[in-house]
C-alpha cells in the first residue's frame, strides 16, 4: 500500500491519499502520520482518499486493530472532522465499519461521513457546516 500525508494550509487540512493493496502496517503508519500532523496544525480537520485503495486485504480483526489505535489518540481527534472519499461500495463498506468501530471504542465528538468525490468533502469539511 502508498500513502501520502501531508498538512494543506490554504484549506487548513490534514490530507491523505492511498492506493495499492491495504495493509494494516501500513494503515496504521498512515495513522501514525495523520496523528502527528495534527498535533500541529490543532484546528485542522482531515481528508482521507480511500478513492484508489483495495481494501480486500484487511480483515475485520485489522479494522478492528486500527480502530483502538484511533482510541488511544481520541484527545487528537476530538472535535474534528474527518472526511473519507471512496469509489466504490467496497471501500464505502470498509469506512462505515471502521467508523461503527472507532464509535464503539469510544471516541467521541469525532466526526465523519463518506463521500464520493474531493469537491463535496472539502466542502463538507469547512468550519461552520453541516455535522459540526
Known amino acids: 500500500m502508498k500513502y501520502e500525508c501531508s498538512y494543506n494550509s490554504a ?3 490534514v490530507e491523505t491519499v492511498t ?3 491495504a495493509s494494516m502496517t501500513e494503515m496504521l503508519e498512515m495513522l501514525h502520520c495523520i496523528v502527528e500532523l495534527c498535533k500541529r ?4 480537520n482531515i481528508i482521507v482518499d480511500h478513492s484508489k485503495l483495495d481494501p480486500d486485504p484487511l480483515t475485520t480483526d485489522a479494522l478492528s486493530n486500527i480502530s483502538r489505535h ?3 489518540a481520541k484527545d487528537i481527534f476530538k472535535n474534528r472532522k474527518c472526511a473519507h472519499i471512496v469509489a466504490e461500495d467496497f471501500q464505502f463498506g470498509l ?3 471502521w467508523e461503527t468501530m472507532v464509535e464503539l471504542a469510544g471516541v467521541t465528538d469525532f466526526y465523519t461521513n ?3 468525490n ?3 468533502a472539502v466542502e463538507w469539511i469547512q468550519p461552520g457546516r453541516t455535522g459540526f
Open 11 to 13: 484549506l487548513n487540512i
Open 41 to 44: 496544525n490543532e484546528s485542522a
Open 95 to 97: 469506512v462505515r465499519a
Open 118 to 120: 474531493r469537491a463535496d
Open 114 to 116: 463518506i463521500f464520493k
Open 70 to 72: 484511533v482510541a488511544l
Open 19 to 21: 492506493a495499492g493493496s
